[in-house]
């Protein structure tokens, strides 16, 4: 079995990036995105960052006023938890967080913990999903090494935690009675989902599987939903759940947030807004190719 790789990916210097590392006085010059930490030499890693790349951007919701980027941190910001079963010839898996300032001080970046692996042992989109609220790196620190450790499988993530979406909480979600707390230690479900009526939770899943099945093998189709980051993690989990093993399932790929409803580059896609009572996608959204469930 393939090892699964690691790399942290963010705004750095020259003296910051695995990738450069340079010393005296251009350790300090700002260089830009790159990455930050990896399980490979530089060498090998040049290629597969290439391959990455495509994947690796974050920008907080449209409607996000200018004040509240020097606000908002990587615990309430969105955040994006994308995986890719084919990627050239490697399948990847990341979350991506916001960060307040890249190494120049200027407001709006991220940083990208990511882990990829060759294809000869496919993942499983289910396991993927378990990774939601998993130790995932979020921030650049002075203290980060260099490099980082290979792991064996994707469960060592959780470094023996218990996952925070599964069957059962995918149960909770849909069946607690209305005004009732769900059982929900990790605090996935957001509090106003406590207040929307079992059935509507349940059309949701419904709704999201049946739009998914539709898209058909055109692979510009996918599927839009407005909805929290860890709802659509738990809801694509229970998509997956809810498909037999084979094609149908192995082919998803999925992103938890994406800030440009227009160009989605997986499957099962999400987006919200800083204010989702006000904000809403602009209306030729709506009339796209594939489905989009408000």
């Known amino acids: 079995m393939s090892p699964i790789h690691q790399i942290y990916c963010t705004h750095c210097t020259y003296g910051t990036s695995v990738l450069e590392q340079r010393e005296g006085e251009l350790a300090d010059r700002v260089l830009g995105y790159s990455a930050r930490a990896s399980s ?3 060498g090998e890693l040049r290629n597969y960052y290439r391959q990455v790349e495509r994947f690796l951007y974050y920008y907080l ?3 996000t006023p200018a004040e509240e980027k020097l606000r908002l941190d990587a615990s309430a910001a969105p955040r994006r938890m994308f995986y890719s079963p084919a990627i050239g010839e490697i399948q990847v898996l990341g979350q991506i967080s916001y960060r307040q300032q890249d190494t120049a001080g200027r407001p709006g970046s991220y940083f990208a ?4 692996s060759t ?4 993942w499983s989109p289910l396991d993927c999903l378990q990774l939601w609220g ?3 790196a979020d921030e650049d620190s002075a203290n980060l090494p260099l490099k980082l450790p290979e792991l064996q499988t994707l469960g060592e993530l959780l470094d023996g935690a218990r996952p925070a979406i599964d069957e059962a909480l995918l149960l909770t979600f849909l069946k607690t009675p209305l005004g009732e707390a769900f059982d929900d230690p990790p605090r996935v479900i957001p ?3 406590r207040y929307v009526e079992p059935a509507d939770r349940t059309e949701l899943l419904a709704e999201t599987l049946q739009g998914y099945l539709n898209l058909g093998s055109q692979r510009r189709e996918n599927l839009l939903l407005v909805v929290e980051p860890s709802v659509a993690a738990l809801v694509f989990y229970g998509v997956a759940r809810l498909l037999p093993p084979g094609q149908v399932r192995d082919s998803i790929s999925f992103s938890t947030f994406e ?3 227009d160009r989605l580059p997986v499957s099962l896609a999400a987006t919200t807004f800083h204010a989702p009572e006000t ?5 030729e959204a709506y009339r796209r190719r594939g489905y989009v469930f408000n």
């Open 259 to 261: 800030p440009n409803a």
């Open 279 to 283: 904000a809403d996608l602009r209306p």
């Open 134 to 136: 998993a130790p995932w």
């Open 61 to 63: 919701p449209t409607d």
């Open 40 to 42: 490979l030499d530089r």
């Open 191 to 193: 509090e106003r989902w």
């Open 113 to 116: 913990h990511v882990l990829f």
């Open 119 to 122: 294809r000869d042992a496919p």
